[in-house]
């Protein structure tokens, strides 16, 4: 960067602090640079009529569709474009959202944002259900008596999960008795499973293995309650030169969750 510095004769960077920042010339140079990217990502459009189904394709997303949903879509893409190159940065929604506006990812499958900015194209593609997780072995069906009685396992304060939980519980003036908090909905999933807990979750629309085995209890919702589930999707950047590689990655994604809904 230094050297374009000198190239153009101008400082791009405050380096005043110990960590350089873009200074107010820089942060203006961004679009500026994302137009470069653009036209350069797509001059053969125009020549061949399409895009170019090739090159890198970088996909945040959050834990939860790691082990399962992510890995059949990439399948699938490579299998039918083998030139494309997948790579996968795994975060929480808030940490994904924010690499997407600094340009780092290419598109990040997360929960639905509390905004979208009007840069942005967010596109959802399933809602899941609150349901409580229990170990296999549990016979009690009442959800209220299993979060009275047993401890209850929460997810990291910082993931989407955890405050659509907080929000059923406050909302149904329930009392859950906290023991652990996970980092992931996999590690969460695993500890329910050696029957060390119960707790609050999305019913995952393509679970991995060890979600699989676990009782899912469905929650009686209040009437007023509009949307009280998960909703996943797509964001991306409005102007995204990888934007047909991105088309593509939805529609093998509804692909399927669809399926995994007719066969379960």
């Known amino acids: 960067m230094k050297r374009l510095e000198d190239q153009l004769q101008v400082e791009l960077f405050d ?7 873009l200074n107010a010339l820089g942060k203006a140079l961004v679009p500026k640079a994302r137009e470069v990217v653009f036209a350069y990502d797509n001059m053969l459009d125009d020549i061949v009529g399409t895009a170019q189904l090739h090159g890198e394709l970088i996909i945040g997303a959050v834990p939860s569709v790691i082990r399962e949903l992510i890995p059949r879509s990439i399948k699938k893409l490579i299998e039918t474009y083998p030139e494309l190159h997948i790579r996968v940065v795994p975060g929480l929604s808030e940490d994904l959202h924010e690499q997407l506006e600094r340009g780092a990812i290419d598109a990040a499958v997360i929960a639905m944002p509390n905004h979208v900015g009007a840069h ?12 409580l997780l229990t170990a296999p072995e549990v016979t009690e069906s009442d959800p209220v ?7 209850y396992i929460s997810q990291s304060r910082r993931a989407s ?4 939980a907080e929000d059923w519980l406050i909302k149904n003036n329930i009392s859950v008795r906290p023991s652990m908090e996970m980092e992931s909905l996999e590690t969460l999933s695993s500890m329910i499973s050696h029957n060390l807990g119960v707790s609050i ?50 529609n093998t994604i509804e692909h399927i969750v669809l399926a995994e809904k007719t066969n379960a």
């Open 161 to 164: 999960i955890s405050q659509l």
């Open 201 to 250: 979750s999305p019913n995952m629309c393509v679970p991995d293995p060890i979600f699989k085995t676990l009782r899912k209890i469905p929650l009686d919702m209040q009437s007023d309650d509009q949307s009280t589930g998960r909703i996943l999707g797509i964001l991306a950047r409005k102007n995204s030169s990888k934007s047909t590689l991105i088309d593509k990655l939805l």
């Open 120 to 131: 942005m194209d967010w596109r959802p593609f399933v809602e899941e259900e609150l349901v």
């Open 15 to 21: 380096r005043s602090q110990k960590s350089p920042q």
């Open 145 to 151: 008596t299993l979060m009275q009685t047993m401890p």
